[in-house]
């Protein structure tokens, strides 16, 4: 854990580490070796050694704790594309979110106070509220072998605060407020006229690796002869590959 993250966590007066995602366990196990007392964890997987819940829906019994946890990650339409929807349908069909992982964090901001979740970097582009947001770390290398997702590491506590209250981290280097980097944001000026989908569109868009075509199959905008595509396959509802027509 890096330096800041495990300040956020003895800070928070809890003694007891609780992961409602808990899969191996490495995470408890990293709690106990920076002092944490107590450990807990839940799993909806039978061949963990927690008990058995599922956490999308409740988080019970978390008040005395703070959540440590690298919840599942997994986007409603990336679930359709990998055949998946059948089994993820219930979390996404009342949610107001498009990933798991922001099903995931809403639970847990619901059933503690003090909540510290590794999570997709996107996560600092999206509208998930930050209002309890302490501090986002970035971690450049990824600390998990089963996905090439970027990171970070989001520490929560139960203080509504503006951004101006919210530190970043890349690694172990401060970076300074959410709110210093929101001022840089770009906020495009709408002012080029642009048509996605338009089959004999200047410009070929790639939005999905194509491993089957090796270092050409990744992800890109490129000239349209480059694409290697059916034109006629693109339609109104294309969203990996297409092309875009500028007037």
């Not at 309890?132 to 998990?144: C, G, K, M």
Request: net charge positive; hydrophobic share 40%.
């Amino acid at each position: 854990m890096r330096p800041q993250v495990i300040e956020f966590i003895l800070c928070s007066g809890k003694k007891a580490a609780f992961d409602p995602f808990a899969g191996d366990g490495h995470l408890l196990r990293a709690a106990e070796k920076i002092g944490l007392v107590r450990t807990k964890g839940l799993d909806i997987d039978p061949g963990q050694p927690w008990r058995r819940n599922d956490s999308l829906k409740r988080i019970p019994n978390a008040k005395t704790a703070i959540i440590i946890t690298n919840p599942p990650y997994l986007t409603n339409y990336s679930a359709k594309r990998k055949g998946l929807d059948a089994s993820v349908a219930r979390y996404f069909g009342k949610s107001r979110h498009d990933d798991l992982y922001k099903i995931a964090l809403e639970r847990c901001l619901e059933a503690c106070e003090y909540v510290v979740a590794i999570i997709p970097e996107t996560f600092v582009n999206s509208a998930f509220p930050k209002a309890r947001l302490a501090s986002l770390t970035i971690l450049e290398d990824n600390p998990f072998d089963d996905t090439d997702t970027p990171v970070c590491v989001a520490c929560f506590d139960g203080k509504a605060k503006p951004l101006s209250g919210v530190r970043i981290f890349k690694n172990d280097a401060y970076l300074g407020r959410l709110s210093r980097l929101e001022k840089k944001r770009l906020v495009p000026s709408r002012s080029l006229p642009m048509k996605f989908n338009a089959p004999r569109g200047q410009i070929a868009l790639r939005a999905v690796d194509q491993v089957s075509a090796g270092a050409d199959g990744a992800i890109r905008f490129m000239r349209p002869e480059d694409l290697c595509y059916d034109v006629e396959k693109i339609g109104q509802s294309s969203r990996l590959i297409t092309r875009i027509e500028i007037a």
